[in-house]
């Protein structure tokens, strides 16, 4: 037997596709910010999550240099045995303060802490019910997790309260996950609401904060500070680093407790490397910077408004997107999503397509991702290019 006998493998070399004509893989030569030099070529970026503009600066950097001469470039071990370093609980600390909340713990990767702790949380005695646009760490959770799992229509809390009125009896425990804010598609998840039925019925709820994080809420404290809800009052909070955080890796807030249990049972975090002393350098750094200049959430979510507004009056499919920075155009079809996004590569801007199998083939679309640094010389300059093909496309 070879590799080449693998379902997966004999299906992917067999697609009709030629991967080299698609816009993906392309090299970053910098710093994603407002700007990225791809070939030697500045563009305006929407494609990366430098929400707030703060990647690449000198405080971040500085920390991260800090931290490497410190304690090199690896903790080199499993934190439970010899990889702890002082910057882990620091940092661990600062974020359950910055989220209300009292403890928290970091790992090496967003999808894997999504992947790990699920699958340390539920089992097959347990039901796990799920927005229907949730991310793929979340899916992959709940696969390797065991548990039953059932998705209800996006934001539909009537949909939720149906599917718990029949089966929440049927299992021990009942775990109800979104996200804060929606990565596809630029919307909130209803949390007051999400609440109210994980009370009503005894379940447990998580929230997956990667994009709202740092985006939202007073001085970007996320989804609980935008509904001014006790953070308390959701069981698992859990939050990427790789984008406003400038890092990478993810982490679990939540009480005492939970992250106790997860510190001693976590697969991925027992059985795994410490964080990089520059990554927790960086996050740390950040978020510290984050609370020193809360008009930098504001800028964000200003830039954002304001693009969506103007993507409205060229009567162009903006999708759910509203009080967030990710704004999307459906396209409805993944090559005429992938020929919008060559002409704005064209023109100077770099906005990526998400096509068939990330999305439904009829919600293929290009997702802009704001920054705080955004210039409205940008943002007005790509409002004109969009319209011109739009204009393109129809022969006008």
């Known amino acids: 037997m070879s590799i080449e006998m693998i379902p997966g493998f004999r299906q992917f070399h067999q697609m009709d596709t030629n991967l080299d004509k698609l816009p993906f893989f392309r090299m970053n030569e910098g710093v994603a910010s407002n700007k990225i030099k791809v070939n030697g070529t500045s563009k305006i970026n929407y494609s990366t999550y430098n929400y707030l503009g703060l990647n690449g600066t000198n405080e971040i950097n500085e920390a991260a240099l800090q931290a490497i001469q410190q304690y090199g470039t690896s903790v080199s071990s499993s934190r439970l045995l010899s990889g702890e370093i002082p910057l882990h609980r620091s940092l661990e600390r600062e974020i359950a303060s910055f989220l209300g909340v009292k403890d928290s713990i970091v790992q090496v990767g967003g999808h894997s802490t999504n992947v790990n702790t699920i699958a340390q949380l539920v089992d097959s005695s347990d039901l796990v019910i799920c927005d229907a646009l949730v991310h793929n760490s979340i899916m992959q959770g709940v696969q390797l997790s065991g548990s039953k799992m059932i998705r209800f229509k996006h934001n539909d809390m009537n949909h939720l309260d149906k599917l718990l009125k029949r089966f929440r009896q049927n299992y021990r425990n009942v775990l109800l996950i979104v ?30 904060e990667a994009h709202s994080i740092g985006t939202i809420g007073h001085g970007g404290r996320g989804v609980t500070s935008y509904y001014g809800i006790d953070p308390t009052n959701v069981d698992v909070l859990m939050g990427s680093m790789s984008k406003s955080l400038n890092s990478c890796g993810g982490y679990i807030a939540g009480n005492k407790s939970l992250i106790t ?111 705080a640094i955004h210039t409205k010389g940008d943002l007005d300059y790509t409002i004109d290019i969009v319209k011109q093909i739009v204009a393109e496309e129809k022969g006008l």
């Open 261 to 371: 249990f997860l510190r001693y049972n976590l697969p991925g975090f027992v059985f795994s490397v410490g964080m990089t002393p520059a990554n927790a350098a960086a996050a740390q750094a950040s978020l510290r910077m984050i609370q020193k200049k809360p008009e930098l959430v504001n800028q964000l979510l200003e830039n954002a408004s304001y693009f969506l507004a103007r993507l409205k009056k060229l009567d162009v499919d903006t999708g759910l997107s509203e009080g967030t920075p990710i704004v999307p155009i459906i396209l409805g079809e993944s090559e005429r999503a992938l020929w919008f996004a060559e002409r704005l590569f064209e023109k100077g801007i770099n906005a990526m397509p998400i096509i068939y199998p990330a999305v439904k083939e009829k919600e293929a679309r290009i997702r802009f991702f704001m920054s």
């Open 179 to 208: 996200e804060g804010v929606y990565s596809m598609d630029g919307d909130l998840c209803k949390l007051p609401e999400l609440i109210q039925l994980k009370k009503q019925y005894g379940c447990l709820l998580m929230v997956d």
